[in-house]
Nanobody, 120 residues
Framework: QVQLVESGGGLVQAGESLRLSCAAS????????MGWYRQVPGKQRGLVAT???????NYADSVKGRFTISIDNAKNTVYLQMNSLKPEDTAVYYC??????????????WGQGTQVTVSS
């Protein structure tokens, strides 16, 4: 089994920063891709940013220039540095990982979600 444990959410004012972390643990050979998605009530979960183990990144247009994703392959941990936060960034942020497992097919996993609230 694989677990994703997120941390770092909270309540901040517009213009402030937060850093999210997500550690993958369990039956993992390696992590192929990790990332963050977010969801607000009544809307579909959408991409924030992803990063491969080789460091290739992909960002949603709405966060480019404000958010930075990074990965520590030795720790199977992904980080999301969020600067210049806006009220529209308010959402539940979910960690995502696509992992290689021993003797089993590669698979996707999701964290439990962490709330980020940005007040104006």
């Amino acid at each position: 089994q694989v677990q994703l444990v997120e941390s770092g959410g909270g309540l901040v004012q517009a213009g402030e920063s937060l850093r999210l972390s997500c550690a993958a643990s369990g039956s993992i050979l390696s992590v192929n891709t990790m990332g963050w998605y977010r969801q607000v009530p009544g809307k579909q979960r959408g991409l924030v940013a992803t990063i491969t183990s080789g460091g290739r990144t992909n960002y949603a247009d709405s966060v480019k220039g404000r958010f930075t994703i990074s990965i520590d392959n030795a720790k199977n941990t992904v980080y999301l540095q969020m600067n210049s936060l806006k009220p529209e960034d308010t959402a539940v942020y979910y960690c995502y990982a696509y992992v290689r497992r021993p003797y089993m097919p590669d698979a996707n996993y999701w964290g439990q979600g962490t709330q980020v609230t940005v007040s104006s």
